[in-house]
């Protein structure tokens, strides 16, 4: 069964301190090259193309191509290793400041739309869970087509639908983390009994100021986009939940696979 609960039934001075930071970099790149930017982001000095197709499980010339886009978007550099011996020296690319965006247009788009959906829909939470599905559907296909694209096995290949799904949501900022203690391990259990069932922080949110606004449309769409992604992933049968707003510094999100044979209403 898929849930958005809302946590905000407080006063603002308190609501305030949960939930997620804002995303960090809103960029209009593609979620590929967006997730070809966190990787390089990550990195303490200047990499190969070699090296960071290694890191993120895609073929060298996908890697090439996006990280020519970074660098014409002014989010990358380039530039030539020393020479050591024969043949030509490799490039080197360096993650740099944040790239060219229309982030603050999007931003308000989003909040335009929420408001939209809030006086005219009949179940606003709904209509934005919808959304989300179609919205997640179109991105996670990208994310195929770029693998596909590769035209050959990497390890991106192995991931479950949950771990690819994950890394689509860090793709877009959401920055989950996992979250391991005994305390949740007790909790997932009471949740869904015998399920696998896994919980995330997702400590960043692209969308916070519209998400304080209006959360049950903005984390509905969110939730939406988890189960589009996960449907067109290869788990369309599993379970999520999300908490927004639930705790200081994040959202939480639950994932179960389908091995239960749970359906979504």
């Known amino acids: 069964m898929e849930t958005v609960k809302n946590n905000r039934e407080h006063s603002d001075g308190d ?22 930017r966190e990787h390089l982001a ?3 000095g200047a990499v190969t193309i070699s090296a960071l197709a290694a890191m993120t499980g895609l073929h060298q010339n996908t890697v090439r191509e996006h990280l020519d886009q970074l660098v014409e978007a002014g989010a990358a550099t380039k530039t030539k290793a020393p020479s050591s011996g024969r ?25 335009v739309l929420a408001a939209q959906i809030d006086r005219t829909s009949m179940n606003p939470r709904a209509d934005g869970i919808a959304a989300g599905l179609d919205w997640g559907r179109d991105l996670a296909r990208e994310v195929a087509q770029n693998r596909a694209d590769a035209e050959e096995h990497t390890p991106a290949d192995e991931r479950t639908p949950a771990e690819e799904t994950l890394a689509l949501l860090d793709t877009l900022g959401f920055a989950p983390e996992s979250v391991t203690s005994d305390a949740e391990a007790i909790l997932s259990d009471e949740r869904a009994p015998g399920a696998d069932v896994h919980s995330f922080r997702l400590t960043r949110c692209p969308l916070l100021e519209a998400a304080h606004e209006y959360p049950d449309i903005v984390c509905g769409v969110h939730l939406g986009l988890v189960r589009g ?16 707003f639930s705790e200081p510094g994040a959202c939480r999100l639950h994932l179960s696979d389908g091995a239960s044979g749970s359906t979504h209403p």
């Open 87 to 111: 043949g030509r020296p490799a490039w080197l690319y360096r993650a740099i400041g944040s790239p060219k965006t229309g982030s603050s247009e999007y931003l308000g788009l989003a909040s």
């Open 42 to 44: 990550a990195q303490a």
């Open 15 to 36: 609501s305030a301190a949960l939930g997620p930071e804002p995303a960090v970099a809103q960029t209009d790149l593609s979620p590929a090259v967006t997730f070809v």
């Open 229 to 244: 992604a996960l449907e067109v992933f290869g788990d369309p049968a599993a379970e999520s939940e999300l908490d927004p």
